[in-house]
């Protein structure tokens, strides 16, 4: 298992709590897993959750149109570089 930065830590801590996740811990998110269609089980419904809750966190929108989502969203390790790179500072 690879192991979480402290970024992709406080992301895979910040999914579990917003999806309510009862048979998943943070510490269980692979870096490089797929979050969609993998096994965590997460739907387009989840996303919409994550992105808000992403921005209530981090201080910038993910917008549903961006043609970039399906890369930002394939993993733990994806989204996380996308939050560095655009959160408020």
């Given amino acids: 298992m690879a192991e ?3 970024a992709q830590h406080q992301l895979a801590t910040l999914i579990v709590e917003c999806l309510n996740l009862e048979t998943v811990t943070a510490d269980q998110i692979e870096p490089d897993a797929p979050l969609f269609g993998g096994d965590l089980g997460l739907d387009s419904i989840d996303a919409l959750e994550i ?3 992403v921005s209530k966190r981090y201080g910038f929108q993910l917008r549903s149109d961006n043609p970039e ?3 930002i969203f ?10 560095e790179q655009h959160r408020a500072a």
């Fill in 4 to 6: 979480q930065s402290t």
């Fill in 51 to 53: 992105a808000l809750a």
């Fill in 69 to 71: 989502n399906r890369t």
């Fill in 74 to 83: 394939t993993s733990l390790r994806t989204l996380s570089e996308h939050i």
